[in-house]
């Protein structure tokens, strides 16, 4: 009886001790905030976006080399060019209105469910009938043509 009384002290302070561990985390996270004065349109915030950015194409890069998922790759590449390019654009031809919002990454919540909808439908698909999108050679050029296409999109939209 002892034993598990000092058993269940013992969960208790592990408890205790994630809980601090976690408002530590919180409340350092928020005086960091606050000290470097950190919101959307400060640069640190865009270049962690294009860190990120970054690695999901040489993520990207990474998975065109591996059998079975390169059209996962080839979409990771894509992906993060286009966002790259809609943050170029801005800097481009709005620099007042630059800041980390113009990645256009998350700017709603049904963009939200549609990427997780996305990835869903991919990994399932990729589950269920893995050759399905084996055809990479043929989508990548593709996804190039259709990210050259919005560019000259943007680009010529200006003159209009």
């Known amino acids: 009886m002892e034993e598990e009384r000092k058993e269940v002290k013992e969960g208790e302070k592990k408890e205790e001790e994630k809980k601090k561990c976690t ?10 905030s606050e000290r470097l004065n950190l919101d959307r349109k400060h640069p640190v915030v865009s270049a962690w976006i294009a860190f990120g950015l970054g690695i999901v194409f040489m993520f990207g890069i990474m998975l065109l080399f591996t059998n079975g998922w390169r059209d996962m790759g080839a979409f990771c590449v894509m992906i ?30 049904e963009w939200g469910c549609a990427w997780a909808l996305a ?13 399905m999108k084996s055809r990479w ?14 560019a000259n999109l943007l680009f010529t939209s200006l003159h209009l």
């Open 80 to 109: 993060s060019l286009y966002h790259m390019w809609e943050w170029c654009f801005v800097a481009f031809f709005h620099r007042d209105e630059l800041s980390g919002d113009s990645f256009l990454i998350n700017h709603s919540v």
């Open 119 to 131: 990835i869903s439908e991919y990994l399932l698909g990729h589950w269920i009938w893995p050759d």
């Open 137 to 150: 050679f043929i989508m990548l050029p593709a996804c190039l043509a259709s990210l050259g296409l919005s």
């Open 23 to 32: 408002m530590n985390f919180k409340a350092w996270f928020k005086a960091i």
